[in-house]
């Protein structure tokens, strides 16, 4: 009897600690499920603050271009509009582009009378494409500025 007492403490003894063993176990798990669980939560909201600020900067890098492309098709319009205005004589140039005129008076004398109005209307092209160019070239660093700044998380 006393051999059957013995083995039914020992069973039950081995029984507590395996079931010990096993709380433990399933702890375990559970501790390393919710370590997991908080670091995915953590890549999740890094990635979307991420995106925000992707989306942030690309929507400022769209603004930017939008306002090049209209500074782009302003310049031609005016352009237009000077070349215009340039041939219907409300518009002047500076008399140091007049200056070419006194010169190409002198090679007039030789040349026919349809080229002598080609040689002023070449240089109303001249002209309005160097002040063109200029605002071209204003136009792209005032938008590359931009660039730089919303790189640095400025405001334009």
Do not use: F
């Not at 029984?15 to 908080?38: F, I, P, T, V, Y």
């Not at 090049?68 to 340039?86: C, G, P, V, W």
């Not at 494409?129 to 400025?154: I, N, P, S, T």
Request: with cysteine; charged share 25%.
């Amino acid at each position: 009897m006393i051999r059957i007492l013995l083995a039914a403490v020992l069973l039950l003894g081995l029984a507590l600690g395996w079931s010990l063993w096993r709380a433990e176990s399933h702890k375990g798990r559970a501790d390393r499920a919710q370590e997991a669980s908080e670091r995915t939560a953590q890549t999740l909201t890094d990635t979307q603050a991420a995106l925000e600020a992707e989306r942030a900067y690309s929507l400022a890098i769209s603004k930017i271009a939008g306002q090049h492309e209209r500074d782009k098709y302003e310049i031609e319009e005016q352009a237009s509009a000077d070349l215009a205005a340039l041939r219907a004589g409300n518009l002047r140039l500076h008399d140091r582009w007049q200056a070419c005129s006194a010169t190409a008076g002198l090679s007039s004398a030789v040349a026919t009378a349809s080229q002598s109005d080609g040689g002023s209307d070449d240089r109303y092209q001249s002209a309005v494409r160097a002040v063109q160019y200029a605002a071209q070239c204003r136009a792209q660093v005032k938008g590359l500025q931009a660039v730089v700044l919303a790189d640095r998380g400025q405001t334009p």
